[in-house]
């Protein structure tokens, strides 16, 4: 039985030490800045975390646009490891976030028809971000013990839907550009303060299923969600990202230690796509927990 790639994209928002620890790749996707492209790496080599985010906040008319992962990026990575002889489990961002996943399996099924008896097997995740990248941890974890490519799919599908997101925004009107709210509650909510709070829901989009007054309390709030819906917290992690606040992600971090006794609380840097759409000054916490079964509206 081949030995099994995991490959993920830009939205898992792994850091590099953790895609070498577990032998994970990704697809890079791409975002525009004044009609200049650049490379959405999670090595941040082009920018850092800081510039990228003081660009925002200085050029608030100026919307960073993002780029799917392109079909020639996708045909150079399953090469990649066919040619090493291994079968791939691709997991990608939500398909209500990015179109990439089809893209990804029109290639895969050309790339299956052109190679015969390699598999390469493309899941939704429904999800993005840190939650995307546990899948992927996951799923590597069961390709070190032997899993077959379809073992490990099967796992990831019944699964995914577990993976809980909560998270706060500094500032709303960069859902509104990329119509995660609508203005007007944008408007209004920074007019008095509200902070939403934002969920992925079982259909795979981000929505604001609940709004809270003020930054302090909208961290309890991810905090108390955090300890009423993770689950075996002993054998897991929480990953608290942040777009450029790091005093906020900390305090975070207390407040979840505070109420919960996990395997550990990572905290990392909101990768450029998912920065992108939610801004500067977003804090976020991940996990696995109970299944999610709220749609938005």
Same mark, same amino acid.
């Given at each position: 039985m081949r030995k099994v790639k995991v490959i993920l994209d830009s939205t898992c928002d792994l850091t590099p030490e953790l895609l070498e620890k577990y032998d994970i790749d990704y697809c890079e996707m791409g975002v525009s800045i004044k009609d200049k492209e650049y490379p959405a790496s999670l090595y941040w080599d082009k920018i850092s975390p800081k510039e990228y985010y003081d660009f925002m906040r200085n050029n608030k008319n100026e919307r960073v646009l993002t780029i799917q992962v392109r079909e020639k990026t996708y045909e150079t990575k399953f090469n990649k490891y066919l040619d090493e002889d291994k079968d791939i489990i691709y997991i990608s961002c939500s398909s209500a976030l990015s179109g990439s996943i089809n893209t990804g399996r029109s290639v895969a099924k050309r790339l299956m028809e052109e190679?015969?008896?390699? +598999?390469? $097997?493309? $899941?939704?995740?429904?999800?993005?971000?840190?939650?995307q990248g546990f899948l992927g941890i996951a799923a590597s974890e069961l390709s070190s013990k032997g899993k077959s490519v379809d073992e490990i799919a099967k796992y990831v599908e019944e699964n995914k839907l577990k993976m809980n997101q909560w998270a706060t925004v500094g500032d709303?009107?960069?859902?509104? +550009?990329? %119509?995660? $709210?609508k203005a007007s509650a944008a408007f209004f909510g920074n007019l008095f303060g509200v902070k939403p709070i934002i969920i992925s829901d079982a259909k795979g989009n981000n929505f604001a299923y609940k709004k809270v007054k003020g930054r302090d309390n909208s961290l309890v709030e991810i905090a108390d969600s955090v300890k009423n819906n993770i689950v075996d917290p002993e054998n897991n992690f929480v990953a608290v990202c942040h777009a450029d606040c790091l005093e906020d992600a900390e305090h975070l971090k207390e407040l979840i230690? @505070?109420?919960? +006794?996990? +395997? %550990?609380?990572?905290?990392?840097?909101? %990768?450029?796509?998912?920065?992108?759409?939610? %801004?500067?000054?977003? $804090?976020? @916490?991940f996990h696995f927990g109970k299944e999610v079964t709220l749609v938005g509206e």
């Open positions: 190679r015969k008896g390699y +598999k390469i $097997v493309c $899941v939704d995740s429904l999800t993005s971000g840190m939650n709303l009107k960069y859902l509104a +550009k990329a %119509g995660r $709210v230690e @505070a109420r919960v +006794k996990c +395997k %550990g609380v990572m905290i990392m840097p909101l %990768g450029p796509i998912l920065g992108a759409s939610c %801004g500067p000054e977003t $804090v976020s @916490a």
